[in-house]
Each structure stands twice: as structure tokens, then as C-alpha cells.
């Protein structure tokens, strides 16, 4: 585990504790999993075989900060609008996806060297997050945790600091080579792993399955400050439908329990 992840993740724990103690929050843990739709530069841009085809799976383990209960004194906090409205959300996340090209250039009816060449390049890309998102709830969160079956939307923003690991290649043979690599990935593919920030936003809701477990939904965007997330980069001047950075679509199913 990288040496950077290990102090980052520290971090985040001391200053959950260090909050606790001092201003008497509550804690709520939980865990994350769904599929995640992966935008990249592998395929063509808004193509629905895309959007299907580059779908992978994440998994996380979620902790909240509960402004409105204090653990240490079975009781509610002084009631102002952020303790009753909002939480804060900490993240330990990983999602991976197995990538090729769609859309009309690799349709079957195209019989070019290039079609045969996108056709037979694959890639994968496996991330690693950890961030804080604020999560604002415009229900009262009191009531909510009083009330069994009850609901509770909420949207977040935040960021996330990643570890990605990508790998490009080609059926055809070691790719950069006329034979494998169509001439927009000339020397613009990697297997090298790095790391980015990313900004996080997410829409939800929460059922209230019992007294100290809640089951949740959400749908979350995360856009990556690079294009090299998926191992490919083409020079965005000369092919400017390539110019975007990475980004992912998850639909996260969620179990939350509350800490007393």
C-alpha cells in the first residue's frame, strides 16, 4: 500500500476521533457496492454501447459524523440548522473496469486496418479513493432517526484523493507499433499507475430500517483532474473529442449502522 495512502488514511481517522472527543459527535459506519459506468477515451462520446459496455463494479467502506446525537450522552445536540441538516461523509472506495471501444468505428460493416485495430485494443483500469464529501439533507435528520420507514434524501459535493492503476493493450501485439496502434494512440497509452484529486458530487436518499440501521442509494459523479486515469491520452489539440478527463458514474446501494 502506498506510502502517501497509509498517511492520508491515519489522518482521517485522527481527525474523526479528535472531533469526537472534543464537540461529542456520533459515528455511523456502513458499506458501499454497486456498478460504475466509466468515461473515458476508450469508445465514442455519448454512445449508449459505451455507457453500457464500460461498466465495472466498486466497493467502499463509509463513515459519517452525526452532528445532531451525542454517543457519549445518549442525547440530541443543541438544535441549529447545520447539526439537523448535514453529515459528514468519510470514504475508503475502490472501483476497477475492463475498457474497450464502441460506436460505429469498430461496427462490424467497417473492414479498415484502423476498425480492426480499435477493435482489438483493451484496457482496465483499477482506482483506489479516499475523501470527505458534505452531505446536506433537507429533511430534518432528527426526525428521520426518530421515525422507522421513514425517508431521507440528501445531496453531497466533495473530493477524493485516488490511486489509479491502468493497463492498455492490444490483441494484435505490443502496442506503438503500425500494426496494433491506430495512429491517434501513437505513444499516448501507459501501464504506469499515479495519482489524482477528483471532485465528488452525489444525490441520495436513506430508509430508516430500524432504530440503528439505515439502508441508501445514491448516484455520484467523480471527475478526475487528468486524462491518463484510463492509460490513454491522445493529444487533445489534434483530436479534440478526446480533450475531457476521465470521470465515473456510480450507483452505490448502501447499509449504514449507527454507533452507540
Request: proline content about 5%.
Amino acid at each position: 500500500m502506498p506510502k502517501k495512502f497509509i498517511i492520508t488514511l491515519l489522518l482521517l481517522f485522527c481527525l474523526s476521533n479528535s472531533a469526537n472527543a472534543q464537540f461529542g459527535f456520533s459515528h455511523e459506519i456502513g458499506a458501499i457496492v454497486g456498478p460504475v459506468a466509466f468515461q473515458s477515451d476508450y469508445g465514442e462520446r455519448h454512445d449508449l454501447k459505451t455507457n453500457l459496455g464500460n461498466t465495472g463494479y466498486g466497493i467502499g467502506i463509509i463513515h459519517y459524523l452525526n452532528f445532531s446525537y451525542r454517543a457519549e450522552c445518549n442525547c440530541y445536540t443543541p438544535e441549529t440548522y447545520f447539526n439537523d441538516h448535514f453529515k459528514l461523509r468519510s470514504e475508503l472506495s475502490y472501483n476497477k473496469t475492463n475498457l474497450k471501444h464502441y460506436g460505429q468505428w469498430v461496427d462490424p460493416s467497417r473492414t479498415s486496418l484502423v476498425a480492426d485495430q480499435l477493435r482489438a485494443m483493451r484496457g482496465s483500469t483499477a482506482v483506489t479513493n479516499i475523501g470527505m464529501q458534505l452531505e446536506f439533507f433537507p429533511f430534518s435528520v432528527r426526525e428521520f432517526t426518530s421515525t422507522i420507514g421513514s425517508l431521507a434524501p440528501f445531496i453531497s459535493l466533495g473530493g477524493q484523493f485516488s490511486f489509479y492503476d491502468p493497463k492498455a493493450w492490444s490483441e494484435l501485439g505490443p502496442l506503438n507499433t503500425p500494426i496494433s496502434t491506430p495512429i491517434k494512440y501513437m505513444n499516448a497509452t501507459t501501464n504506469q499507475g499515479g495519482t489524482v484529486w477528483s471532485i465528488v458530487s452525489s444525490v441520495g436518499c436513506r430508509y430508516k430500517l430500524t432504530e440503528l440501521s439505515d439502508l441508501m442509494l445514491d448516484m455520484r459523479l467523480q471527475y478526475y483532474f487528468s486524462n491518463w486515469v484510463d492509460g490513454l491520452n491522445p493529444d487533445p489539440t489534434r483530436y479534440p473529442e478526446n480533450r475531457a478527463n476521465d470521470w465515473n458514474v456510480w450507483l452505490n446501494f448502501g447499509y449504514i449502522y449507527y454507533l452507540n
